[in-house]
């Protein structure tokens, strides 16, 4: 089985808009520093990487869903072009009222990926910036990485696994974290 790293996008893959605004335009998308390295060390260190989003500008009609797919394919071609890959972008475009499963603090988006790609949660991570992130990782029994403006919370560290200024950290303690042990020899 596969082993993956996903990623929430806004806070950890770009600079998130001001509180109630909306990334609604690839001109507004600023890639946060480190992100493209990270992800590229990710693919060199055999996980997938899979963005999961909420997009509730969508919901909101702030953007439509072909505004958000263009986004997201010259985000592919940005880190693409870079040297790193994103294997699969997976996103919510419903409000917060919507009893929908994919909606994190759901796991409906990581369950998916996780069938589709053959990946083993056991093995995997999500990284976010936000409560709702790692309790949609825990849901779906991987480990969590808690990066960037989350540690800043009142709410703690909401029981994340890791703790880290910014996904390139993250990435360095997710790869200290999964260094097997050497293996032992026995005589027998």
């Known amino acids: 089985m596969n082993k993956a790293v996903f990623l929430d ?13 909306y990334v609604v335009r690839w001109d507004e998308f600023e890639i946060l ?4 390295e990270a992800i590229r060390i990710l693919n060199q260190s ?20 072909s505004e958000l797919e ?27 009222e919507s009893n929908c499963r994919c909606r994190k603090p759901k796991a409906g988006m ?3 990926a996780l069938e589709e790609f053959e990946i083993d949660p056991q093995r995997s991570w999500m990284v976010g910036d936000s ?35 910014d996904l390139s950290q993250a990435v360095e303690l997710i790869l200290r974290a999964d260094v097997s042990p050497p293996l032992s020899t026995s005589l027998g």
């Open 46 to 65: 055999a996980y997938r990487v899979i963005v999961v989003t909420n997009q509730r500008a969508v919901a909101k009609n702030k953007m439509t869903l």
């Open 70 to 96: 263009e986004i997201h394919g010259k985000l592919i071609a940005t880190v693409a072009e870079h040297g790193g890959m994103i294997d699969g972008i997976y996103f919510c475009p419903h409000d917060l």
């Open 9 to 21: 996008r806004d806070g950890v893959i770009n600079r998130k808009a001001p509180e109630g605004d």
């Open 131 to 165: 409560p709702v992130d790692i309790e949609a990782g825990k849901r779906s029994g991987c480990r969590t990485a808690l990066v960037g403006a989350g540690l800043n919370r009142t709410d703690g560290d909401m029981g994340a696994d890791i703790l880290a200024g």
């Open 33 to 36: 520093p480190g992100v493209v």
């Open 110 to 112: 990581l369950l998916r």
